[in-house]
């Protein structure tokens, strides 16, 4: 399980350049911009719609999805197990929660380890399958309850990017207990969410479980790395895509791994 070589090339831009090609065939810009109208308008203000999993019905916004959640929460996902040190002596990470595949193709770049993907919708897993393929990485996807996952075996960690709000209460209980018994077993765990803690309600009971298991909770603000065609389309939908940002919860499943 080495760390990838420093001098590979970052197989990220021609990815994102691949996702366009991939996504734009059928739509136009405009589609794919109103799609992302929709989509960030979900977000913040309709959540309930969300956990009923109205974000990625309809061509618009799987698109908008795909072309500016994805490539951002890649790129936050990267710096933050880079920033935590996190990249090497993984064999599998589990991503619950997949969506395109985006957070965990970049933990799993970074430690050349495998990705298993779960997902609710049956599009986001092909889009995981595809997101693999393009990046030459081991792994899979399958269509699956993230909530009723099972901790995967070491060397191994968990992401969830943006998905643990997605559940309801009782599936986010079951998750956190779950997710308890990853120290002893020496799994890491990843999970990240927004900035804006309007919609979180659960964060501060799970930062104090991690705080209690050894983890910790951190926020990311980080500068204007979108590529130009995603920050383009962000910027036309009237987003702020200048910064990325985050916040996390990370329990490195050994004591010796630990950030120092
Ligand atoms: C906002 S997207 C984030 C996707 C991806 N993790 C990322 O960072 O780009 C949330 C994802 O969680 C998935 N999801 C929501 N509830 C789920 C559940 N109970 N089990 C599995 N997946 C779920 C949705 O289908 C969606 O793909």
New binding site residues.
Partial sequence: MPERAPEAADPFPAWVDALQRRHRQTLTFAEVRKGLQALSSLYVERRQKVTG?A??EGAGKRAAFALY??PA?FLLVRAIVRALGATSGLRTVL??????G??GAAWALETCAAVDG????GW?VEETRWTLARLRLRGTAKK????AATLPVPPSAIVS???VN??DAD?RTRLLSTLRGAPARGVRVLIVEPLARRALTWWDQWAAAFAAAGGRQDEWRLGPELPESVAELGRAAGLDARTLGGRSLFEPGKEDDRPR
């Fill in positions: 999993g974000a990625l959640y994805g929460h991503d619950l929660g997949c969506g395109t985006a957070a779960i997902d609710r919708s986001a699956g309850d993230a909530a990017a943006f998905a997605e559940l599936a």
